[in-house]
């Protein structure tokens, strides 16, 4: 079986959890018309990245909303979700949280970004999480880092070493920075040897633009999806053969000499 994704690239209303929420599952029933295994949306799509005021009154307050709603829709449409990450409330404090359901509806993860993009003070109003993250997903092992997550190597290949076969990296990234977006997550397919699923959002903040440019690449660092700047639906399949053929041809793994680095 090669699972097909489809890369949910959203735009999200400013501060405006309800309607995103409703938003977003309009995107996801689009979708469904193409029979996807899993779907995948941007980062903190119930707020927008990020609203500093009020903050908490708009976090999904435990995460209830986002658990109920895509733990039913995975169960009524035996569908795989990402559910991108939201701004939770948690024991009175925010984090930046996603939510992985399985095609029967059970919630089989939940990661919250590690790194706040400081120069934006995300670690002012969001705390960071302390815990990687690895799930099994439509058969196959599975990592999850979120946006700014993406710049720390070391995250990812610890991911790696667990041995995952696909990254999912939600987003909110500025489209300004897009050449890093799109490189960043080129390297990290190909370093790793792993499928990377990177779902950015399309929104406007501010004078921030957010870039989309969301991505499925291979493990050889090809380009099975590049979306466009606007919100849109693609799709595209993971053959995990190819992480297998790349691994054996090109053994970094086994030929990684730990003893010698200094992190």
């Keep these: 079986m090669n699972p097909k994704i489809a890369l949910i690239q959203m735009s999200s209303i400013f501060a405006e959890p309800e309607k995103n929420f409703s938003h977003a599952i309009e995107l996801m029933d689009e979708a469904m018309a193409q029979k996807p295994d899993i779907l995948v949306l941007p980062e903190t799509f119930n707020t927008g990245f990020f609203p500093t005021d009020n903050l908490e009154e ?37 984090f930046n949280t996603a939510y992985i359901f399985d095609k029967h509806g059970k919630l089989v993860a939940e990661y919250d970004k590690i790194h706040g993009f400081t120069p934006s003070g995300e670690h002012n109003y969001y705390q960071g999480g302390n815990k990687l993250v690895t799930f099994n997903l439509a058969g196959m092992k599975c990592g999850i880092i979120i946006c700014y997550d993406i710049r720390f190597c070391e995250l990812v290949r610890s991911l790696a070493l667990k041995g995952i ?4 990296i939600p987003a909110h990234w500025p489209l300004i920075r897009k050449n ?19 779902v950015n959002a399309c929104s406007k903040a501010g004078d921030t633009i957010f870039g989309g440019n969301s991505l499925l690449i291979n493990p050889c660092g090809e380009e099975i999806c590049h979306l466009d700047e606007a919100e ?32």
Aim: aromatic share 8%; net charge positive; glycine share 4%.
């Design 165 to 168: 076969e696909l990254l999912f």
């Design 232 to 263: 849109e639906v693609q799709f595209g399949t993971v053959d995990l053969s190819i992480i297998k053929d790349i691994r054996e041809s090109i053994n970094v793994f086994r030929d990684r000499k730990p003893s010698l680095y200094e992190l």
């Design 58 to 94: 708009l976090a999904d307050k435990e995460g209830q909303t986002t658990k109920k709603l895509f733990s039913e829709y995975a169960k009524k449409h035996s569908v795989n979700i990402v559910a991108g990450s939201v701004t939770t409330l948690k024991n009175n404090k925010v």
């Design 180 to 198: 890093h977006w799109i490189n960043l997550a080129t390297t990290r397919a190909i370093e790793n040897q792993m499928y990377v699923c990177a």
